[in-house]
T-cell receptor, first 110, second 117 residues
Framework: KQEVTQIPAALSVPEGENLVLNCSFTDSAIYNLQWFRQDPGKGLTSLLL?????REQTSGRLNASLDKSSGRSTLYIAASQPGDSATYLC?????????FGKGTRLHILP | EADIYQTPRYLVIGTGKKITLECSQT?????MYWYQQDPGMELHLIHY???????EKGDLSSESTVSRIRTEHFPLTLESARPSHTSQYLC????????????????FGPGTRLTVL
């Protein structure tokens, strides 16, 4: 059974720092991995989608990597800003089964 | 970017009432999903659909039912609400292409926060 784990569960860093969020999954047979952002009381916003054949995707200050063989993905946020404060979720997709992690609650200190 | 709408955004209702949570998307996406999320917990897939007249159950057992009569509309119904149904319900859609696995970015609605007293 696929399990998705995100570490750390919560993170507070000063504005301007670079940071890394981690996601691990137990079954490497996935179609894709997606990173989302969720603001309190709201839906999810897709940040990056990495297909199983890809190693990384970049969008602005965000870079996500995927190592399928080891069951790991990282989300790198450069030059963090207070507006980056949110919960970041990763999700893996296989056979229409989309499994989410519990997320990392990120707080950027001004 | 997909436009996907959910109504109501917040609903407080008494036990035993029948409720329908609405979800609509304007992007012509074939695949739609319903997730349930408790505070601080992960999302769990409860229903999904490949297109009109297609409905499937997700990983998490749910007493709710769904229908897909039109491409853009995927309502979720609870026949008799109970306090255990209190949760946030999130609807999503993606542009699913048969055989094109791994390419479907999901777009989410704002969610409906349901409280059953």
């Amino acid at each position: 059974k696929q399990e998705v784990t995100q570490i750390p569960a919560a993170l507070s860093v000063p504005e301007g720092e670079n940071l890394v969020l981690n996601c691990s999954f137990t079954d490497s047979a996935i179609y894709n991995l997606q990173w989302f952002r969720q603001d309190p009381g709201k839906g999810l916003t897709s940040l990056l989608l990495i297909q199983s054949s890809q190693r990384e995707q970049t969008s602005g200050r965000l870079n996500a990597s995927l190592d399928k063989s080891s069951g790991r993905s990282t989300l790198y946020i450069a030059a963090s800003q207070p507006g980056d404060s949110a919960t970041y979720l990763c999700a893996v997709n296989r056979d229409d089964k989309i499994i989410f992690g519990k997320g990392t609650r990120l707080h950027i200190l001004p | 970017e997909a436009d996907i709408y959910q109504t109501p955004r917040y609903l407080v209702i008494g036990t035993g009432k029948k409720i329908t949570l609405e979800c609509s998307q304007t992007m012509g996406h074939d695949k739609m999903y319903w997730y349930q999320q408790d505070p601080g917990m992960e999302l769990h897939l409860i229903h999904y659909s490949y297109g009109v007249n297609s409905t499937e159950k997700g990983d998490l057992s749910s007493e709710s039912t769904v229908s897909r009569i039109r491409t853009e509309h995927f309502p979720l119904t609870l026949e008799s609400a109970r306090p255990s149904h209190t949760s946030q319900y999130l609807c999503a859609s993606s542009e699913w292409k048969q055989g094109a696995f791994g390419t479907d970015t999901q777009y989410f609605g704002p969610g409906t926060r349901l409280t059953v007293l």
